[in-house]
């Protein structure tokens, strides 16, 4: 697994964060299966500050998903898909309107959360299909990161 790691004495705070060649391993499976399916996508990768990483729009692709794969990168650095977050916060009206005003992110789903050895260590976006095309294609990168 493709990782970085910052840390600068024991009695500090250490953490890890996706690397811009695992990233881009996230986002050229992405495309690869994209293109399999016939689909036009964009793929955003953020680190776990919600910083992008690596990022392609497809030829073809609306420049929409330009933002909208970041903000749902975005918002899967909550823990959950995008989607997921949206469902679970349908019964929570507060919560739902904080999430939804923060900016930068967004609860359509085709966000998911990148976890190596169970830490959060970034996030990837998916969109400009369907929310099932947009999961399902997000779904196979990550298993790109798999060694």
């Given at each position: 697994?493709s990782?970085g790691t910052?840390s600068?004495?024991?009695n500090t705070?250490?953490?890890?964060?996706?690397?811009?060649a695992?990233?881009?391993?996230l986002?050229?499976?992405?495309?690869?299966?994209?293109?399999?399916r016939g689909?036009?996508?964009g793929?955003a990768?953020v680190?776990?500050e919600?910083?992008?990483k690596?990022?392609?729009r497809m030829?073809?692709?609306?420049?929409?998903v330009?933002?909208a794969?970041?903000a749902?990168?975005?918002?899967?650095?909550?823990?959950?898909?995008?989607?997921?977050l949206?469902?679970m916060?349908l019964?929570?009206l507060p919560?739902l309107?904080?999430?939804?005003t923060l900016?930068g992110m967004?609860?359509?789903g085709?966000?998911?959360?990148?976890?190596?050895d169970?830490?959060l260590?970034?996030?990837?976006?998916?969109?400009?299909?369907s929310?099932?095309?947009d999961?399902t294609v997000?779904?196979v990168?990550l298993?790109?990161?798999?060694?």
């Amino acid at each position: 697994m493709s990782m970085g790691t910052n840390s600068t004495s024991e009695n500090t705070v250490s953490y890890t964060q996706i690397s811009a060649a695992g990233a881009q391993r996230l986002v050229d499976a992405a495309v690869a299966e994209a293109a399999q399916r016939g689909l036009a996508l964009g793929v955003a990768v953020v680190d776990t500050e919600g910083m992008l990483k690596a990022f392609a729009r497809m030829d073809g692709a609306p420049a929409i998903v330009i933002e909208a794969t970041q903000a749902k990168a975005r918002a899967a650095l909550m823990g959950l898909g995008s989607g997921e977050l949206g469902q679970m916060m349908l019964d929570n009206l507060p919560n739902l309107v904080s999430v939804a005003t923060l900016g930068g992110m967004t609860l359509l789903g085709g966000g998911l959360p990148i976890r190596a050895d169970g830490r959060l260590i970034g996030a990837i976006g998916v969109g400009g299909a369907s929310t099932e095309d947009d999961l399902t294609v997000a779904e196979v990168a990550l298993k790109a990161l798999i060694p």
